[in-house]
C-alpha cells in the first residue's frame, strides 16, 4: 500500500493499480511535491535528473483526471524533440492507458498515413508528437479536423524542454501551442520536463509566460563519485577490464571517436553485450540497440550525444566519458544517466591536456550548482517569418491585423511591435512570399517556388535539411554519413558504420546513395562527419581561468590521477609566470613574431567578436581565435594603449553601422535556418551578430575586468599546440 497524504488525492483505480500492478510502496518527494500542483490545474515546470520519477509525477494526476472526470479525447498533448523518444513514452503510456482501456497515438515522419488517418476519423486519448508534425497538421489539416483534435485538450507536456528553449525548434514550438489555442475549447495546463535547467523562472516563462509556471526540483540529491584519468581513446580498455560485470555507457564528443572506441572494445575485450550509439546508424539498429542494453544487467554501450536524453535503456552502473562535453548541462545530462537504483552516480572520466582542465571545471560549476543559462529570443524574425507564412498557409487568407494578434501571443515574438510587423509584411508582399488585397494576406508566386518542393515537406522543420549521404545493403538503409567524406570515397574501397565494415559497391552522387556490402577483411577506416559540434561557452573557459589564477580546487582533485594533477600545477605555474591574475584581461603583443594576444578565456564566440572588431580599425591578418585566447597580426605597429583604447569603447563599436556591415560580408550566406537569409538586410545582420558572436559576455568581461600588458610569454604556445592535437581528434 502507498503512504502518505498525496495518496488520498488520486482515484480509487488508480491507487490499486500502482500498488498491485506497478508495486510501488510509495511516492518520491518529487512526485509528493508535483502531483497536487498539477492536480490545482497549474502549470508546471518539472527538474529532476533521469530516472528520478518526473514522468511519472505528471502522468499520476493526468490519469488520474482523466478517470475521475471522463475526459474525452484528446485530452493529452505529448511533445518530444525526438522520434527516438516519442517511441520510447508510447510503450510507457500504453502500458498504464491498456489497463484503463485509455488509447495513445505517435505522430512523426515515421509513422504510417494509414495510422494517421486513423486517428484522425477516432481520436486518441493521448498524441505524442514532434513540433514538425504539430506543425504539418495545423497547415495540412481542415478546421472541422483541427477543432476534433485539440477541442477537449487539457494537458500539454512538453518532454525534455531544455533542448527546445534556446533553439529554432523552440521558437517555433512556442509559436505553435500559442497557435492551436484557437482550437481548444477549455484552459490547458502545460507542464515542463527537464533534466538540466540554469535558470528555470526563463523557462517557466516560456511556458506561460503572462502567469510563470510553478517550479518543482528534486529533492532527492544522488551521490557524485568520480575518478579523472590522464588519456585518450586508446587507453580505454585497460580502464574497462575490471568491469566486466557492470553495466556501462560510455560517452564520446564524436561519431567517428564512437566508432573508434566501439572497435578498439570489441577487439580488446571480450565483452559479449556491446553496443554502439549515434545519429549516423540507422534508427532501427539504434532501437534494437537500446531494446537489447536495457534487458542486459551488464555490456557496454557506446553512444554520442544521442544518449544523453531520457531514453530508457535501463540501470547504469558506471558512465564513462572519453573527455567532457562542451557544457555543463550537458556533463549534467551524462552522469544523471546513472544510479537509478544505488542513486550514486559513478562516473570514470579519460581527458588529457586542456580537456582535464575542462572536466575540473565543469565538476566545480556543477558542485556550486551553475550552468548555462538559456537565452531565449523575444525578437527572432527568422521563426516569426516562417510562422507568418505558416499562418497563412494555414487560414489560406487571412487580414492582417488578425495575423498579428494571433502570433504576438506568445513569449517569443512579444517584443517585435506591430510596426515592425507591417515592415516585414511590406517586404515579404514586395518580394512576393505574399500577397496583398485590401486587408488581406495570401500566399505569394515565391512562396511555392522557393518551399514547394515535396509537397512543401522542408517547410515544416525550421531547420536547414541534410544532405548526408545514405548507405545501404541490398535496399536496407545501414546509416549516413558526411558529404565531405562520402564524396572522398570510390568504389572498392572500405569504411566502418555501425561497428561494422562495408565494401563500397556504388556511389550515386545525384541521389546521395552509397550501395555496400559486408566487408569482412581486417583493414578498418573510420568515417569522419565534419561537424565540430558546439563551441565551449563563457562560463566554463572563464572557470578555467579562475582555477589558473588562484581558485580552491584541492577538495576535487583527490580522485584526479597523477599525471591529470601534474598537468593541472604545471598550467598554473605557466599562467603565474605570465602575469595571470584575478580581474585582469593579460594582453601580450609579441616582439618576436608581431603577434597580439589577448586572453580573455571567455569562449569562442567572444573570441572571434574581438578580432572581427579590430578589422574596423587595421589591416589585421593571420587571425587565430580560440576559447581561450584572440589572436592576430596587424600590417602596421599596434600599441598597448591603442588595444586598450579600441577595447574600452567597444560597446558603441558595436552599435556602428560599418560593424554590422563587416559581420554580414564576413558570414556571407549564413544557414542556421532555411529562411534567415529571405529577411530584409538589417534584420538578417542583427540575427548573424546575435548567433555567431557573444556580444553580452564580452560587454561583461570588459566591464568587470581591467587590461594589463604582459611580457612575452610561452602560454599561447602551450594552448595552440594542445588543441591543434584536440581538433584532429575530435574532428566531427
Known amino acids: ?31 509528493k511535491d508535483a502531483i497536487p500542483i498539477i492536480l490545482g490545474k497549474n502549470d508546471t515546470l518539472i527538474i529532476a535528473p533521469t530516472a528520478s520519477g518526473k514522468t511519472e509525477s505528471c502522468l499520476i494526476p493526468i490519469f488520474d483526471d482523466i478517470l475521475k472526470n471522463g475526459l474525452e479525447p484528446v485530452s493529452v498533448l505529448y511533445v518530444a524533440p525526438l522520434k527516438a523518444l516519442i517511441n520510447d513514452m508510447y510503450n510507457r503510456i500504453g502500458r498504464w492507458g491498456n489497463h484503463f482501456n485509455l488509447t495513445v497515438t505517435k505522430w512523426h515522419g ?29 497547415i495540412n489539416k481542415k478546421h472541422e479536423e483541427k477543432k476534433k483534435i485539440f477541442k477537449n485538450l487539457k494537458y500539454i507536456i512538453i518532454d525534455e524542454i531544455h533542448y527546445f528553449i534556446d533553439s529554432d525548434r523552440g521558437i517555433q514550438l512556442n509559436s505553435l501551442l500559442n497557435r492551436i489555442n484557437k482550437y ?97 546508424i540507422d534508427k532501427s539498429q539504434r532501437e534494437s540497440s537500446e531494446k537489447k542494453f536495457k534487458q542486459y544487467n551488464n555490456g557496454l554501450m557506446v553512444s554520442t550525444s544521442t544518449l544523453e536524453l531520457g531514453i530508457d535503456i535501463g540501470n547504469i552502473d558506471i558512465i564513462f566519458q572519453v573527455n567532457s562535453p562542451p557544457e555543463v548541462s550537458s556533463f549534467l545530462q551524462r552522469i544523471g544517466r546513472g544510479g537509478r537504483k544505488s542513486k550514486i552516480q559513478r562516473s570514470i572520466i ?70 515592425e510587423f507591417k515592415r516585414i509584411i511590406n ?39 541534410n544532405y548526408d549521404y545514405h548507405v545501404k545493403e541490398r535496399g536496407k538503409e545501414i546509416g549516413t554519413i558526411d558529404p565531405l567524406f562520402a564524396l572522398r570515397l570510390k568504389v572498392g574501397e572500405s569504411f566502418i558504420l555501425g561497428g561494422k565494415k562495408w565494401r563500397i559497391i556504388y556511389i550515386d552522387n545525384k541521389r546521395f546513395t552509397i550501395k555496400v556490402n559486408h566487408d569482412l577483411s581486417s583493414k578498418k577506416d573510420i568515417p569522419q562527419w565534419f561537424n565540430e559540434g558546439p563551441p565551449l561557452n563563457y562560463l566554463i573557459t572563464r572557470k578555467v581561468y579562475g582555477i589558473l589564477t588562484g581558485d580552491s580546487i584541492e577538495k576535487y582533485l583527490k580522485t584526479f590521477d597523477e599525471k591529470s594533477k601534474d598537468l593541472i600545477f604545471d598550467v598554473k605555474k605557466l599562467a603565474n609566470e605570465s602575469g595571470f591574475q584575478k580581474g585582469i584581461i593579460p594582453i601580450e603583443i609579441n616582439s618576436k613574431t608581431g603577434k597580439v594576444f589577448i586572453y580573455t578565456f571567455a569562449g569562442d564566440k567572444v573570441n572571434k567578436l574581438l578580432s572581427t572588431i579590430f578589422k574596423l580599425y587595421y589591416e589585421v591578418y593571420d587571425i587565430a581565435d580560440n576559447r581561450f585566447f584572440s589572436s592576430f597580426k596587424v600590417k602596421e605597429d599596434i600599441s598597448f594603449l591603442a588595444i586598450e583604447s579600441i577595447l574600452y569603447n567597444i560597446e558603441d563599436s558595436l552599435k556602428e553601422k560599418k560593424t554590422l556591415e563587416l559581420i554580414n560580408q564576413m558570414v556571407g550566406k549564413f544557414y542556421k535556418n532555411k529562411f534567415i537569409n529571405f529577411l530584409p538586410y538589417e534584420d538578417q545582420v542583427n540575427l548573424k551578430m546575435e548567433i555567431i558572436f557573444d556580444k553580452e559576455n564580452l560587454i561583461e568581461l570588459l566591464k568587470n575586468n581591467t587590461l594589463v600588458e604582459t611580457s612575452d610569454v610561452n602560454f599561447d604556445a602551450w594552448i595552440e599546440e594542445d588543441l591543434d592535437k584536440e581538433k584532429t581528434n575530435n574532428i566531427d
Not at 494509414?114 to 508528437?129: G, Y
Not at 494571433?406 to 517585435?416: M, P, R, T, Y
Request: with cysteine.
Open 1 to 31: 500500500m502507498i503512504d502518505g497524504n498525496v495518496y488520498s488525492l488520486i482515484n480509487e483505480r488508480l491507487k490499486n493499480f500502482l500498488a498491485y500492478h506497478e508495486k510501488w510502496k510509495s511516492f518520491n518527494s518529487l512526485q
Open 184 to 280: 481548444i475549447d477549455n484552459e490547458t495546463v502545460k507542464i515542463g520536463l527537464s533534466a538540466t535547467v540554469g535558470n528555470p523562472k526563463t523557462v517557466a516563462k516560456w511556458l506561460n509566460y503572462k502567469f510563470p509556471a510553478k517550479i518543482i526540483t528534486n529533492k532527492e540529491n544522488r551521490v557524485f563519485q568520480y575518478k579523472v584519468f590522464y588519456g585518450d581513446e586508446e587507453d580505454i580498455s585497460k580502464h574497462l577490464r575490471g568491469y566486466a560485470n557492470k553495466k556501462i555507457l560510455i560517452f564520446a564528443l564524436s561519431r567517428s571517436n564512437v566508432e573508434k572506441i566501439y572497435n578498439k572494445l570489441k577487439t580488446d575485450l571480450n565483452i559479449k553485450n556491446t553496443f554502439i550509439h549515434h545519429s549516423s
Open 427 to 465: 517586404f515579404m508582399v514586395e518580394k512576393e512570399f505574399l500577397d496583398k488585397y485590401e486587408n488581406y494576406l495570401s500566399l505569394g508566386y515565391n512562396f511555392e517556388k522557393k518551399f514547394g518542393k515535396g509537397n512543401f515537406k522542408e517547410f515544416y522543420a525550421v531547420f536547414c535539411p
Open 110 to 138: 515515421d509513422v504510417s498515413k494509414h495510422k494517421k488517418d486513423k486517428f484522425i476519423k477516432n481520436p486518441t486519448d493521448f498524441l505524442l508528437i514532434t513540433p514538425e508534425s504539430l506543425e504539418v497538421i495545423l
Open 350 to 419: 579519460i581527458t588529457k591536456d586542456w580537456g582535464t582542465l575542462i572536466t575540473l571545471a565543469e565538476i566545480i560549476l556543477m558542485d556550486e550548482n551553475k550552468i548555462e543559462k538559456v537565452k531565449i529570443s523575444t525578437n527572432s524574425k527568422d521563426i516569426y517569418f516562417h510562422q507568418i507564412l505558416s499562418s497563412v498557409f494555414e487560414k489560406r487568407q487571412i487580414k492582417e491585423k488578425e495575423l498579428f494578434y494571433d502570433l504576438k501571443d506568445c513569449l517569443v515574438f512579444s517584443d517585435i511591435s506591430k510596426e
